[in-house]
């Protein structure tokens, strides 16, 4: 189970990062975030963003158009 | 070896963006781009000059316009359509649209202008206001948002002297 969860679905390129990014701030080091998005460009954009932020993609899934991140803040 | 090399001195996470357009369409690059930017930890400055300029406005009116933009195709009743030059020239046909325009955005999840705007202002986008603009469009620093400096073409030299990434939209 992740720390916070994020309800990013419905939204466009850049929300579903800007509001993860937003999510992270508040968190503790160590602490889990998870998203979900329906925004296809997110696979590659939170692979992209947790390569250049330092964060750590736990995992990821996709069920019936919903991806799902888990991330933990390491950045 | 990293690209970082190329530019030996500067941090690499920084970025500087010459925002020289202020139609509604041409708003989205600069905002997505900064603040996104700004979410992966980099140090953005935006420098707002000519078109530009009234992006920074307290009040936005943002419009579209498909005159002369054959690559504006509307998704309208399962085709893409565009519009002759002869049509967008009708006084009322930028305004309707900008009307379409805008509620594709909300209908598909985009996020608005003034939101984005305000994302980068949150996430400390430094935001330069070009001075010769404002004089030669005769707009006073009032009418703009608060938090934004007043530079020219030296203050942003020196910006992109500092910027890893240096882009002009």
């Not at chain 2, 316009?65 to 359509?81: C, D, E, I, Q, V």
Request: hydrophobic fraction near 45%; include cysteine.
């Amino acid at each position: 189970m992740a720390d916070q969860l994020l309800d990013a679905k419905g939204l466009n390129c850049p929300l579903p990062i800007l509001k993860a990014k937003k999510a992270l701030k508040s968190m503790d080091g160590g602490k889990t975030l998870e998203i979900q998005s329906t925004d296809p460009g997110s696979v590659a954009d939170f692979a992209a963003f947790c390569r250049t932020t330092g964060n750590e993609l736990v995992e990821q899934n996709e069920e019936g158009g919903v991806w799902t991140y888990l991330i933990r803040k390491t950045g | 070896m990293s690209s970082t090399d190329m530019k030996p001195g500067i941090d690499p996470n920084t970025m500087s963006i010459i925002v020289t357009k202020g139609s509604l369409d041409w708003a989205y690059p600069p905002f997505i781009l900064s603040t996104t930017a700004a979410a992966m930890g980099l140090d953005v400055t935006m420098f707002f000059t000519f078109y530009g300029l009234p992006l920074l406005m307290k009040d936005l009116s943002l419009q579209v316009s498909s005159l002369g933009n054959p690559a504006m195709k509307m998704p309208m009743m399962g085709m893409h359509m565009g519009m002759p030059n002869i049509v967008s020239a009708i006084p009322g046909v930028d305004a309707a649209a900008s009307k379409m325009m805008k509620n594709l955005i909300k209908k598909k999840g985009v996020a608005s202008i003034p939101e984005l705007r305000d994302l980068a202002v949150e996430a400390d986008v430094r935001m330069i206001a070009c001075q010769m603009t404002l004089d030669l469009f005769e707009y006073s620093k009032d009418d703009m948002i608060e938090g934004i400096e007043i530079g020219g073409a030296a203050t942003y030299i020196e910006v992109a002297t500092q910027s890893h990434i240096n882009l002009f939209i």
